[in-house]
């Protein structure tokens, strides 16, 4: 072991006494040395020997604060068998201690310990798209008419008590937004249509209200609501340190409640978008005629096709499904994990050790993310 003098060693408070164990022999004597808080495996303690002299020595592997360790050093003054020799931890203050690069005080997180940082970080990033694009989902679809371009849409034409008869009309306007909200939309079935005279508005054909009460694109609202819910959650549990065993099994409780939120919405957006039909109607808020009859296709491909107004809104709704689904084989594991598995595979980002300016060591919080 190397000698040195003070500056030669890591700052530490406590004190600890190490005692002879073993006989002195030509290289020098054993001295067993207790590990002071705040020592870690591959640090320098200083330890002062009887005859004065400090002598930095290294903590082994394995050994944490509280626990002994066995060391060798060249002592002058003979000991006589049977007697411990104090050794006692040296105490440096701020002012004789050299500034020096802190990096090596901080404790090395192992490989299981890393990969939780990065699924936890993962689950942090992910779950904020997911959180916005979800609530995105609730938005509407505009489409903008310059002057002298006509659009048509349905009016109200009669009724005593609120509409009951509408009208398919042209509009034209000296430049209008026309928007529609697909996730309160409820045009469907397409009403039923009878002819009637109306010399005022120039109408032949009437029709009865259209829509049965029901949402035409529910599984929008699913995952508007419940999307943002359990995202919310998985953001919560990966920014949460789990100190005791109590923790552990609520963080679980929660995940494998946000999984069965994340895993319904997606379930709903993929039985009404993505599942192909052999015939339905679409309502086109833009198109005439607005009522169209697709065959042997899916909604989101119908969406997404050449000249359609919906195309950008169905990239929303693929984008919200991919993440969504990500976010659930995510919690599978989380939950995985949490209840049989190694929890370092999913620590939180905050138990990551960090240096302050003052040498302390501090969590990172969520910003270790980013």
């Not at 002071?36 to 591959?42: F, K, L, S, V």
């Not at 034209?172 to 309160?184: D, E, F």
């Not at 469907?188 to 949402?215: F, K």
Request: proline fraction near 6%.
């Amino acid at each position: 072991l190397k000698q040195g003098g003070p500056s030669d060693a890591h700052r530490f408070h406590p004190f600890t006494a190490a005692h002879d164990t073993h006989h002195r022999d030509q290289h020098g004597m054993d001295f067993s040395v207790t590990c002071p808080a705040g020592a870690t495996p591959g640090s320098f303690i200083p330890i002062q020997t009887p005859d004065g002299q400090t002598h930095s020595v290294q903590v082994p592997a394995n050994v944490s604060p509280g626990q002994t360790f066995l060391v060798k050093v060249a002592t002058a003054t003979p000991v006589q068998a049977g007697y411990a020799p104090p050794a006692v931890v040296v105490l440096e203050t701020e002012g004789s201690m050299p500034r020096r690069s802190t990096m090596s005080q901080m404790r090395d997180a192992d490989t299981k310990e890393q990969i939780g940082y990065a699924n936890a970080c993962c689950v942090v990033v992910i779950g904020i798209i997911t959180f916005i694009i979800t609530i995105w989902l609730s938005g509407s679809i505009g489409v903008w008419y310059s002057s002298g371009k006509c659009y048509w849409t349905w009016v109200c034409c009669g009724g005593t008590f609120g509409c009951s008869r509408w009208c398919w009309r042209e509009v034209c306007n000296n430049g209008v937004w026309v928007r529609t909200w697909p996730i309160t939309q409820d045009m469907l079935p397409p009403p039923q249509g009878y002819s009637i005279a109306d010399p005022v508005t120039n109408t032949t054909t009437r029709y009865d209200a259209p829509g049965d009460g029901i949402y035409d694109y529910w599984s929008l609202m699913v995952a508007a609501v419940l999307g943002p819910i359990a995202a919310l959650v998985m953001i919560c549990i990966a920014c949460s340190p789990r100190k005791d065993p109590n923790t552990r099994r609520a963080h679980a409780a929660c995940t494998f409640c946000a999984f069965v939120l994340h895993a319904t919405t997606v379930v709903c957006l993929g039985l009404q978008f993505f599942e192909q039909h052999d015939t339905y109607t679409f309502y086109d808020a833009f198109g005439n005629p607005s009522y169209v009859d697709i065959k042997d296709t899916t909604i989101i491909a119908h969406m997404k096709s050449d000249g359609s107004n919906y195309r950008y809104f169905a990239n929303s709704v693929i984008t919200a499904f991919a993440f969504t689904v990500f976010m659930s084989l995510q919690e599978c594991c989380w939950f995985a994990m949490l209840t049989k598995g190694d929890e370092r595979l999913v620590q939180a980002p905050n138990t990551f050790p960090r240096r302050s300016s003052r040498g302390s060591t501090s969590g990172g919080g969520c910003s270790f993310c980013f």
